[in-house]
């Protein structure tokens, strides 16, 4: 198997990735990712209580982990990668908006009878209130980008576009 190379997206790119994830389970991944340069876990674990949305700040405070060294299954760490991991973005309107209408569809959902309440405070939330979970996002990146018809991408390489776009 060949060694993987890093790539990533050019602005035209990322604006049809954006585009055609827009309504999928990836949409709100996808934003963070393209927006923030955020990892999976970063983002998987962004919580509404880490954003301000009059001050316009979004935090990273903590990530969701895949699993513990006894089996449990995503579970959250107030901890990141490295000490400078634990950041705070200012958000333009746009993603203030999209953010808060996020936010307000999940409070309608909320009051659905068979909604899940444990991951109340988290922002990448499946309809029924399940956790997003980052095998999950791992599997369907790479297929929603080929669907795109761009070449296949890990969704850490949109942390590289990110960066590469602020260059």
């Not at 198997?1 to 049809?16: F, G, P, Q």
Request: aromatic fraction near 8%.
């Amino acid at each position: 198997m060949a060694e993987h190379r890093a790539d990533y997206y050019s602005a035209e790119e990322l604006k049809t990735l954006l585009e055609k994830s827009e309504g999928t389970l990836l949409e709100p991944v996808v934003k963070l990712a393209v927006w923030f340069g955020l990892r999976r876990g970063e983002i998987i674990g962004l919580r509404w209580s880490s954003i301000d949305f009059d001050a316009k700040i979004l935090s990273v405070t903590g990530t969701i982990k895949d699993k513990t060294e006894s089996g449990t299954h995503a579970f959250y760490s107030d901890t990141a990668k490295t000490k400078s991991s634990i950041r705070s973005f200012p958000m333009d309107d746009e993603m203030v908006s999209y953010l808060h209408d996020l936010k307000a569809q999940q409070d309608r959902r909320r009051k659905m009878k068979a909604y899940n309440h444990e991951w109340d405070d988290f922002v990448c939330v499946k309809n029924n209130g399940d956790l997003i979970r980052p095998g999950y996002v791992s599997m369907t990146f790479p297929k929603l980008c080929e669907e795109c018809g761009l070449r296949r991408l890990k969704l850490h390489e949109l942390r590289h576009s990110n960066i590469s776009l602020l260059i």
